[in-house]
């Protein structure tokens, strides 16, 4: 481990650059890895412990692990932040993502819009769903830097699934069929073909704020999900997942191999 402290100077400096991010335990760095992420670095304390958790959790990534993951002593490890749910840190470039073009119409899956979240943790919950159910992309309005580490940890690193970007503003006109979730909306009805329009752009409000007036005036459409009277609200991630899976059920089926 001569080259230990090195290393671990990189890495810090590494992780200070807007222009990458701190992927922190195997599952950020596996969906890095296998969804074509830059990985520039990683770090671990004990190697053989992680490629023994790695051959159980993607096996199919054990090579490049192997080749990937540098050692450094357990001091110089936990010098470099908080502790990760398993032992590896790693830095990868932040993809760059054109959000003009994922604003354009391109298809019939949707992309979400998330007006002010506040916790990070929940934002990168909404990216796992939106990746898991074939979602064109995220987007996010505020202060909340949605590649932070929290929001990789929430997303378990599927960040890299797709295209995940924070806007400074919604500009006009919106070419996507902007649709709003708000509870005071109509309900969404699954035998109601057209009140969620393929391709559109799902705006969801924070869980402090809820849904900016501004941007609800500009929706097409306005929706509710049911619940059941006396239940206020429902988790970011959770609505978008409800949302999303009945967009997915709109689609026409895709056709079979063979």
Same mark, same amino acid.
């Given at each position: 481990?001569?080259?230990?402290?090195?290393?671990?100077?990189?890495?810090?400096?590494?992780?200070?650059?807007?222009?990458?991010?701190?992927?922190?335990?195997?599952?950020?760095?596996?969906?890095?890895?296998?969804?074509?992420?830059?990985?520039?670095?990683?770090?671990?304390?004990?190697?053989?412990?992680?490629?023994?958790?790695?051959?159980?959790?993607?096996?199919?990534?054990?090579?490049?692990?192997? &080749? +990937?993951?540098?050692?450094? $002593?357990?001091?110089?490890? !936990? @010098?470099?932040?908080?502790? *990760? =749910?398993?032992?590896? /840190? #790693?830095?990868?470039?932040?993809?760059?993502?054109?959000?003009?073009?994922?604003?354009?119409?391109?298809?019939?899956?949707?992309?979400?819009?998330?007006?002010?979240?506040?916790?990070?943790?929940?934002?990168?919950?909404?990216?796992?769903?939106?990746?898991?159910?074939?979602?064109?992309?995220?987007?996010?309005?505020?202060?909340?830097?949605?590649?932070?580490?929290?929001?990789?940890?929430?997303?378990?690193?599927?960040?890299?699934?797709?295209?995940?970007?924070?806007?400074?503003?919604?500009?006009?006109?919106?070419?996507?069929?902007?649709? &709003? +979730?708000?509870?005071?909306? $109509?309900?969404?009805?699954? !035998? @109601?073909?057209?009140?969620? *329009? =393929?391709?559109?752009? /799902? #705006?969801?409000?924070?869980?402090?704020?809820?849904?900016?007036?501004?941007?609800?005036?500009?929706?097409?459409?306005?929706?509710?999900?049911?619940?059941?009277?006396?239940?206020?609200?429902?988790?970011?991630?959770?609505?978008?997942?409800?949302?999303?899976?009945?967009?997915?059920?709109?689609?026409?089926?895709?056709?079979?191999?063979?």
């Amino acid at each position: 481990m001569d080259r230990a402290p090195s290393i671990a100077a990189r890495f810090a400096a590494l992780a200070d650059d807007p222009a990458r991010v701190r992927l922190e335990g195997l599952h950020p760095l596996k969906h890095a890895l296998r969804f074509g992420g830059e990985v520039e670095l990683a770090v671990s304390p004990d190697p053989r412990a992680l490629l023994a958790l790695a051959r159980t959790l993607c096996p199919d990534l054990l090579e490049r692990l192997e &080749a +990937l993951v540098e050692p450094v $002593p357990a001091g110089l490890f !936990a @010098a470099l932040g908080p502790p *990760p =749910p398993s032992p590896v /840190l #790693a830095i990868a470039r932040r993809p760059r993502v054109d959000t003009s073009a994922l604003l354009a119409p391109s298809g019939p899956a949707p992309v979400l819009l998330l007006d002010r979240p506040v916790h990070a943790g929940n934002l990168g919950a909404v990216v796992r769903v939106a990746a898991a159910l074939g979602a064109a992309g995220v987007l996010t309005l505020g202060g909340v830097d949605p590649w932070s580490p929290a929001a990789l940890r929430g997303s378990s690193g599927l960040h890299f699934a797709l295209p995940v970007a924070r806007l400074e503003r919604l500009g006009e006109p919106v070419e996507r069929p902007l649709v &709003a +979730l708000h509870p005071e909306g $109509p309900i969404l009805d699954p !035998a @109601a073909p057209t009140a969620l *329009p =393929p391709g559109a752009l /799902l #705006a969801f409000g924070s869980e402090r704020h809820g849904l900016d007036p501004a941007l609800r005036a500009r929706a097409g459409a306005v929706l509710a999900i049911p619940m059941r009277p006396g239940v206020s609200s429902l988790n970011l991630a959770t609505a978008a997942a409800i949302v999303l899976w009945e967009a997915r059920r709109r689609l026409p089926p895709e056709p079979r191999a063979g």
